[in-house]
């Protein structure tokens, strides 16, 4: 008898302790038990950035007079400095601004190109299966500085030299490190810390620094200073850019100065898809917004709403729509310059509900075929001012801290996203000379009637699609506030098919957050779906909404990350 009393006193104990886990705020009075906190409201300008220092700088630049633009920029440069593990003037951007002169919406694809004097024959020649991680091979012309001063050009009103300062100051004097970006520098550092330069930059004393420890990056201070004084130029056409190209050529890559010199980002019209009344709107390839729109096309032939958030149904049916968009992804999305590509199809409803009878509402699905049609680790922030400008914007080296390259004592480290090409000839993503690889960086923006209402990213490579897909279902779907919306449990689905190649086998696996009941994981399991969990793949959310009845702009910060949505 007291072995059975014992044993009942143990599954309650695990069973507290299980339920404790799986809930993030239980003891909150108001909203969903799982929202860390509430959202932050203020009046004349919202700044959402995943470091406090950079939300700081961005809200600076706006008490300034400065705006959304001019604050996004600081953020991003800021962020450079202070969380070098997702992105840096090294890597990729993209972003999309709402102007309130206009009251139109504005997408930019500063995205880089793979080098000239590399040819799929070297990777044939040297018997590569696919393009290495790390090293000079996957690096591509940087697109961040381009993509900051096209910004700048268009919306811009503060001087660049007084956008940078909040970097160049913090780089010249030190920041202390956070949890997070502490704990993926050190993880970095193992892996690139065998790279020339890095050490010198990134490991002070031989050791990646520690939380709490005050980190100063000189080099860096100096990079910007030259930026702001002479512009952009001096990073494609100057001794930026000479820097640059010299070192990759002594590590074996094939940057040259034409890469540089022929540089340049790209205006494009943002696509969208009308999702129960709200226009979302994402970025054509070479990312991977369309997705977003796919799965939400597909979703939208379902009652989302009545099955309810957590559910077995709604989480199948969510899983489903995914592997779906993602087999077109592997196989469609790719350089728009280098392929006529059906995005119009892809994003129409008739096309979702197509993909949506495949689905089998009791079953998953162990693979998928991409659609047959006619032919013709990152930084995600949000900012928005007081006459309603708002900016969606991301920015990323792609793995982490990047290639490990680490040039001419400029204090970044270049970005590995040519790593995303297929060596696989006839596909539309197979590597070619100046080409931008497939990208998974995607910012978001949500319309309603024609006037802006959310601007929100979600980061976190395949993932993302993922995200944006989940926060515009808890929003609409389910009720959810902004910061309810990211701080709810996130479904991630791993192994779909790739565009560098790979296939979905066996129906991929899903992982959970802590959050979903026993009962739900079970019957997915029913359904079978491979259920497991993982840490670090959620993703980073930011948001801002606009109120237009109020006049008041609401701010979500990630709980996962060490970010920060702050007002005034």
């Known amino acids: 008898m007291q072995i059975i009393v014992d044993m009942k006193r143990i599954i309650l104990i695990i069973s507290v ?21 509430s959202e932050i409201i203020a ?23 400065g705006n959304a633009i001019d604050a996004a920029i600081a953020a991003n440069a800021v962020l450079g400095l202070v969380e070098p593990t ?51 091979l996957p690096v591509s012309v940087p697109g961040c500085v381009d993509g900051w001063f096209e910004l700048h050009d268009k919306f811009g009103k503060l001087p660049m030299s007084e956008i940078l300062t909040p970097a160049i100051n913090y780089a010249n004097n030190g920041f202390p490190l956070t949890e997070l970006i502490a704990y993926y520098w050190g993880s970095s550092a193992r892996v690139l810390k065998r790279f020339p330069g890095f050490g010198e930059i990134f490991m002070p004393g031989g050791e990646a620094p520690k939380k709490g420890e005050v980190f100063k990056n000189p080099y860096l201070a100096n990079t910007l200073e030259l930026i702001a004084k002479e512009g952009r130029d001096v990073f494609y056409k100057g001794e930026i850019a000479e820097k640059i190209v010299s070192y990759i050529k002594e590590q074996g890559g094939f940057l040259s100065m034409k890469d540089f010199e022929d540089h340049n980002s790209e205006w494009v019209e943002p696509i969208s898809t009308n999702y129960r009344g709200y226009d979302v709107w994402e970025l054509p390839p070479n990312g991977q917004g369309t997705a977003v729109l796919q799965m939400l096309n597909i979703l939208e032939n379902y009652d989302i709403a009545s099955m309810g958030f957590g559910s077995a149904e709604y989480m199948h049916l969510f899983i489903e ?20 590509l059906p995005i119009e199809e ?59 390259m680490t040039p001419g004592k400029l204090g970044f480290i270049l970005q590995d996203r040519g790593e995303l090409f297929a060596l696989e000839e006839g596909h539309m993503n197979v590597y070619e000379p100046h080409k931008r690889p497939f990208h998974t ?15 929100f990213g979600l980061m976190g490579g395949a993932m993302q699609p993922q995200g944006h897909t989940q926060i515009v279902c808890n929003i609409i779907d389910f009720g959810m506030n902004l910061q309810e919306a990211g701080d709810a449990p996130r479904i991630s689905h791993s192994g779909s098919s790739q565009p560098t190649g790979e296939k979905m086998k066996d129906g991929g696996n899903v992982s959970l957050e802590s959050g979903f009941s026993y009962q739900t994981i079970r019957e997915l399991m ?28 609401y701010g979500a910060s990630e709980s996962r990350k060490d970010g920060q949505a702050a007002g005034y």
């Open 17 to 37: 302790a299980f339920f404790s886990l799986s809930v993030h705020a239980q003891d909150r009075v108001t909203g969903f038990n799982f929202a860390t906190r």
């Open 43 to 65: 009046q004349n300008g919202m700044a959402c950035t995943s470091q406090p220092l950079a939300t700081q700088a961005a809200l600076d630049i706006l008490k300034q007079g």
């Open 86 to 136: 997702g992105n840096g003037m090294g890597g990729d951007l993209f972003a999309i601004v709402w102007d309130a002169k206009t009251q139109k919406l504005y997408g930019l694809n500063a995205s880089g190109r793979s080098p000239y004097d590399l040819t799929l024959d070297y990777f044939k020649e040297n018997e590569f299966k696919k393009i290495p991680s790390l090293g000079p």
């Open 321 to 340: 729509a995914k592997k779906l968009a993602f087999e077109d992804r592997a196989k469609y999305y790719s350089d728009m310059d280098f392929n006529d």
């Open 346 to 404: 892809l994003i129409s409803k008739e096309y979702g509900k197509q993909r949506a009878e495949l689905i089998n509402i009791n079953r998953a699905a162990r693979s998928y075929p991409a659609g047959e049609l006619e032919q013709g680790n990152t930084i995600y922030l949000t900012t928005a001012d007081k006459d309603g400008n708002m900016v969606s914007l991301i920015q990323s080296n792609y793995r982490g801290m990047g290639s490990g």
């Open 441 to 455: 960086i995607i910012p978001a923006f949500i319309t309603k009637d024609g006037k802006p209402f959310i601007s």
């Open 526 to 553: 029913s359904k079978g779906h491979k259920i497991g969990y993982a840490k670090g793949i959620y993703g980073g959310y930011q948001a801002i909404l606009w109120d237009d009845v109020n006049k008041v702009y």
